[in-house]
């Protein structure tokens, strides 16, 4: 499954409203305070995980 959602308006982000689940463990793969950027990422560890995982945190600016 690949999910693009950027989760930006009221409507996607509500508080206390899961965003996502995994068994799998994730990692700080990168954090940049000047950008205020985090993504965590799981890497295949097991046979059944074929693929890795991404999340990504950034700050969203509304277009002006």
Excluded: C
């Excluded at 996607?12 to 409203?17: C, D, K, M, N, V």
């Amino acid at each position: 499954m690949t999910s693009k959602a950027w989760f930006n308006t009221d409507r996607e982000l509500t508080p206390g409203r899961e965003l996502f689940r995994s068994d799998r463990q994730f990692q700080i793969w990168a954090y940049t305070t000047s950008h205020g950027q985090l993504l965590l990422r799981a890497t295949p560890r097991q046979p059944s995980h074929s693929t890795t995982i991404d999340v990504l945190f950034k700050p969203w600016k509304p277009s002006s």
